[in-house]
């Protein structure tokens, strides 16, 4: 069964930083892209980044370019999100999700939209105090 699982959520000032972790499994990991995504009370739910395992390449939203990282670890099936400069408007319920990152010979270059991840983890809960 495909599992993501992701963890490493907590309370913290603003200024601070967080690394949120997204373990996966029952998937070939390195043919994926693994994908962030958060839901604030009453938003929508916001694609904030992704790393495609087969290339490395990595998407940022505007919200958050400059503050966060991301990164892959192929041996452990594990994507890391570097959360720095957290501001109270990052608080949200985070998660990590998984689309196939090829498509026949090309790289699959998504757009952060929800609807083009078909694998879906539960959340951790990030709450940046003022």
């Known amino acids: 069964d495909v599992q993501l699982q992701a963890s490493g959520g907590g309370l913290v000032q603003a200024g601070g930083s967080l690394r949120l972790a997204c373990a996966a499994s029952?998937?070939?990991?390195?043919?994926?892209?693994i994908g962030w995504f958060r839901r604030a009370p009453g938003k929508a739910r916001e694609g904030i980044s992704y790393?495609?395992?087969?290339?490395?390449?990595?998407k940022f939203a505007d919200s958050v370019k400059g503050r966060f990282t991301i990164s892959t670890d192929i041996v452990k099936n594990m994507v890391y999100l570097q959360m720095n400069s957290l501001k109270p408007e990052d608080t949200a319920v985070y998660y990590c999700?998984?689309?196939?990152?090829?498509?026949?010979?090309?790289?699959?270059?998504?757009?952060?939209?929800?609807?083009?991840?078909?694998?879906w983890g539960q959340g951790t809960q990030v709450t940046v105090s003022s």
């Open positions: 999700a998984a689309t196939l990152g090829i498509v026949g010979p090309a790289i699959y270059e998504p757009t952060l939209n929800d609807y083009e991840f078909d694998y």
């Open positions: 790393i495609n395992n087969n290339d490395g390449s990595t």
């Open positions: 029952g998937f070939t990991f390195e043919e994926h892209i």
